[in-house]
């Protein structure tokens, strides 16, 4: 994409006026004590300058451009959401674990400033990352809820750039822009960014790490896989299993990419065996995290300890305690995981919220599966690790939830994952559609010239095969 003239008005320098203004507003609008207003303004703008650095690692002025404007408005309706989220309902209307980490921070930190007890998990040594956020932004500023919530604003967003950047390493810049627009936009996405609760950061380095892992496959970085490394590390600390599905479904993925003449087989037998492996790691105990997807849900993360406390539980009949009835429950948790909550079965508020986004989805969904089917057969082996990475989430993410709550949030942080092949289905579309518009003698006219027809270029803009 060639870079436009250099004379004109930068346009960071009213972006950066707008988002300043923006983050003092919301400062002082929301924040409860006036001693917040100046630190968290200062954080908002320091975010927003590490904004600016990782933007300046891309080359073409045009695409710094465009991703600066997605920027900003992806920021202004978090603002808004933020605001809806906190004076028009309370926040832990739509995740009650909000309550458990503001209490995780303040009592860690409470202990660094004071040397209080620390909670009896984290007293025995427990590590995990996203309470001693909260803890550090108590330490500091006597409150663990403002700053992890505009954190992970900006993690939603950055999520959006590397969606960008992943979209455009396999399928070309348009899918790349349609892709970062969908995450940047998608509600949920939205609401799940301006909570205090870990699923932002969760899916901003599930995304790094599989872009980092399709640049892997291209060339092999030094420095590249040392970040991959690093990136997993971090999301171990957000949830001990989520590097080791991350690292599994990039190793299926090589698999499928190496032997692309037997890649259904393949994903079978390889996920199958991965479900296997990690049925074996969790009967030893070795996934120790409890997932903290409300404040009840203490003793058990699998599916029976969801029942236990959900309203909205299903499959409750199951058997998921052995491979083989994980295995015949699979389908049927996957069509939840995928589609719940049911438009056809909404019990609560909260699931009736979820009516419009799930109707999207419900239309958009054929078209992912298209750009999907899409990218398997003609696309670049890239298309094959993506593959690779959603069939191990998807596949391990339906055998523990067992209600929609959970299910519906878990599956925002794979969405991003998804969007891609949504997006190539999106511009098929478009192009099809231009091919059945043009007139019959524009075509006749056009192959008479010699000029290439759109059966000759399937994919209208950006190579598929980068």
């Given at each position: 994409m060639p870079s436009p003239g250099g004379n004109g008005a930068n346009p960071l320098i009213p972006l950066a006026a707008l988002l300043v203004g923006a983050g003092v507003i919301l400062g002082f609008a929301l924040a409860e004590e006036p001693g917040l207003v100046v630190p968290v303004t200062l954080f908002f703008l320091l975010l927003l300058?590490?904004?600016?650095?990782?933007?300046?690692?891309?080359?073409?002025?045009?695409?710094?451009?465009?991703?600066?404007?997605?920027?900003?408005?992806?920021?202004?309706?978090?603002?808004?959401?933020?605001?809806?989220?906190?004076?028009?309902?309370?926040?832990?209307f739509f995740a009650p674990d909000v309550g458990y980490y503001r209490w995780a921070g303040?009592?860690?930190?409470?202990?660094?400033?004071?040397?209080?007890?620390?909670?009896?998990?984290?007293?025995?040594?427990?590590?995990?990352?996203?309470?001693?956020?909260?803890?550090?932004?108590?330490?500091?500023?006597?409150?663990?809820?403002?700053?992890?919530?505009?954190?992970?604003?900006?993690?939603?967003?950055?999520?959006?750039?590397?969606v960008y950047y992943l979209?455009?390493?396999?399928?070309?810049?348009?899918?790349?822009k349609l892709a970062a627009i969908?995450?940047?936009?998608?509600?949920?996405?939205?609401?799940?960014?301006?909570?205090?609760?870990?699923?932002?950061?969760?899916?901003?380095f599930i995304t790094l790490a599989v872009w980092l892992g399709v640049r892997a496959y291209r060339e092999v970085n030094v420095k590249e896989l040392l970040l991959l490394v690093a990136v997993l590390f971090v999301a171990s600390t957000l949830r001990d299993y989520m590097a080791v599905l991350v690292l599994g479904g990039l190793a299926l993925g090589?698999?499928?990419?190496?032997?692309?003449?037997?890649?259904?087989?393949?994903?079978?037998?390889?996920?199958?065996?991965?479900?296997?492996?990690?049925?074996?790691?969790?009967?030893f105990e070795i996934f120790r995290t409890v997932d903290w997807d409300s404040p009840l849900e203490t003793a058990d993360q699998m599916r029976r300890g969801f029942h236990l406390?959900?309203?909205?539980?299903?499959?409750v009949d199951y058997d998921t305690s052995t491979l083989a009835g994980a295995l015949r429950f699979l389908p049927l948790g996957m069509s939840f995981l995928l589609f719940g909550p049911f438009p056809w079965a909404l019990e609560s508020t909260l699931q009736m919220l979820t009516f419009p986004e799930v109707a999207l989805w419900y239309l958009v969904f054929p078209l992912t599966v298209w750009g999907l089917s899409w990218g398997v057969r003609k696309g670049a082996a890239q298309n094959l690790i993506l593959l690779g990475v959603l069939a191990v989430l998807v596949s391990s993410y339906a055998l523990v939830e067992g209600n929609?709550?959970?299910?519906?949030?878990?599956?925002?942080?794979?969405?991003?994952?998804?969007?891609?092949?949504?997006?190539?289905?999106?511009?098929?579309?478009?192009?099809?559609?231009?091919?059945?518009?043009?007139?019959?003698?524009?075509?006749?006219?056009?192959?008479?010239?010699?000029?290439t027809s759109p059966s000759d270029s399937t994919w209208p803009s950006g190579s598929a095969s980068r």
């Open positions: 300058g590490l904004t600016h650095v990782l933007l300046t690692l891309e080359t073409r002025e045009a695409t710094r451009r465009w991703l600066w404007g997605l920027i900003g408005a992806a920021l202004g309706v978090r603002a808004l959401a933020f605001l809806v989220t906190n004076f028009v309902y309370r926040a832990d303040e009592a860690i930190g409470a202990h660094w400033v004071r040397g209080g007890p620390l909670p009896g998990r984290f007293a025995d040594g427990w590590f995990e990352l996203y309470p001693h956020i909260g803890a550090g932004f108590y330490a500091l500023l006597q409150d663990a809820t403002v700053g992890p919530v505009v954190l992970n604003a900006f993690a939603g967003v950055w999520t959006a750039v590397v979209g455009r390493e396999i399928l070309g810049e348009p899918a790349g969908l995450t940047a936009f998608l509600p949920s996405l939205v609401l799940w960014s301006v909570l205090n609760i870990r699923d932002a950061l969760a899916m901003l090589f698999a499928l990419a190496f032997r692309r003449h037997r890649v259904w087989s393949t994903l079978a037998v390889g996920t199958v065996v991965f479900l296997g492996v990690a049925f074996a790691l969790d009967q406390e959900a309203g909205s539980a299903y499959a929609f709550g959970t299910a519906y949030r878990h599956r925002a942080q794979i969405m991003p994952l998804f969007f891609i092949f949504t997006a190539a289905g999106l511009i098929l579309l478009r192009h099809r559609w231009g091919a059945r518009k043009r007139p019959e003698r524009q075509r006749v006219h056009t192959r008479s010239e010699g000029s």
